[in-house]
């Protein structure tokens, strides 16, 4: 089993859409949780941190749940903007002493006039 | 203030050889890590390092090493080249170690080898 597994994707949808992908995870000591952005031939960027309350930051949410090991982001109204290949990202550092993220293979996004 | 810094942004080589990498992270930063992206995949970590000791080491032979300077720039060092060296490496750096420090990432070397 991959450590961190995504839906395959592609997603192709309107603008204005919901849409919602999701993320399993192996390493039941994984720390910390996130979700990157990547646009083509670009670096990754931190989207967001994913909390266990669940977290919102504007039109996207992330949740998390530990006990099943999933990790959910849910992108609301849909911009062109918002094209682009989205990464589950765990760590598997232990703690204060190192910091070893693990990617998913990322899931990408068209979002259509 | 500036981003993360890599160079050179592309490169080429051939295989056997020896390639140096380098990565000069934001001000202030005293972690650095590297990691090899293939095409179609995610990021795959590789090394991590923090005041100049290594933190951290994925699962990558030994052709990989890296090292940090007193400056906190690093260098990511391959040897005897392989086909399935190509990638793209990324360096990513953040204030410390621990995984409640934000890593930002670099624009990436785009290796090729033939």
């Known amino acids: 089993r991959k450590e961190v597994e995504q839906d395959p994707g592609p997603f192709n949808v309107p603008e204005g859409a919901t849409v919602a992908f999701n993320c399993t995870y192996s390493n039941s000591a994984s720390q910390s949780f996130f979700w990157y952005r990547q646009d083509c031939r670009k670096e990754p960027k931190l989207l967001m941190s994913?909390?266990?309350s669940g977290n919102e930051d504007g039109r996207f949410t992330a949740q998390l749940n530990r006990a099943s090991q999933y990790i959910s982001l849910l992108i609301r109204d849909s911009k062109l903007s918002d094209s682009a290949t989205y990464l589950c990202?765990?760590?598997?550092?232990?703690?204060?002493?190192?910091?070893?993220?693990?990617f998913g293979k990322g899931t990408k996004l068209s979002v259509i006039p | 203030d500036a981003g993360v810094t890599q160079s050179p942004t592309h490169l080429i080589k051939t295989r056997g050889q020896q390639v140096t990498l380098r990565c000069s992270p934001i001000?202030?930063?005293?972690?650095v890590s590297w990691y090899q992206q293939v095409l179609g995949q995610g990021p795959q970590f590789i090394f991590q390092y923090y005041e100049k000791e290594e933190r951290g080491r994925g699962n990558f032979p030994d052709r990989f090493s890296a090292r940090q300077f007193p400056n906190y720039s690093s260098e990511l060092n391959v040897n005897a080249l392989l086909l399935g060296d190509s990638a793209l490496y990324l360096c990513a750096s953040s204030l410390g170690p621990a995984s409640s420090y934000e890593q930002y990432f670099g624009p990436g070397t785009r290796l090729t080898v033939t």
């Open positions: 990202v765990v760590n598997i550092g232990s703690g204060a002493g190192s910091y070893q993220l693990t």
């Open positions: 001000s202030g930063h005293k972690s």
């Open positions: 994913v909390y266990s």
